[in-house]
């Protein structure tokens, strides 16, 4: 089993910034890639960043120029830093991890975290 857990989120005025950690824990081989997603109240769950294992950034259009994503590969964290928050960017943020539990395993896994609590106010 894999365990996935977030930390960071909180409440912050507009324009302010928060960061948000996520930690992979278990049964891991190796990490394809991280991701955060988030979901907002009447809202689908939609990706806002991801990364691979060898540094390929895939970011929303939403969070381009605002949030960064990095990863510590030696501990299984990926970072999401966001800037210059809006009263829209209020969501539940969820870490998504894609791995491999051995070297045998040909087909990759995917575990969720429980989710963090980002809101942002006027």
């Known amino acids: 089993q894999v365990r996935v857990v977030e930390s960071g989120g909180g409440l912050v005025q507009a324009e302010g910034s928060l960061r948000l950690s996520c930690a992979a824990a278990g049964n891991i081989f190796s990490i394809n890639y991280m991701g955060w997603y988030r979901q907002a109240p009447g809202n689908e769950r939609e990706m806002v960043a991801s990364i691979t294992r060898g540094g390929y950034q895939t970011i929303a259009d939403s969070a381009k120029g605002r949030f960064t994503i990095s990863r510590d590969n030696a501990k299984n964290t990926v970072y999401l830093q966001m800037n210059n928050l809006k009263p829209e960017d209020t969501a539940v943020y969820y870490c998504?991890?894609?791995?491999?539990?051995?070297?045998?395993?040909?087909?990759?896994?995917?575990?969720w975290g429980q989710g963090t609590q980002v809101t942002v106010s006027t």
């Open positions: 998504n991890v894609n791995y491999r539990s051995s070297s045998f395993a040909q087909i990759s896994q995917v575990a």
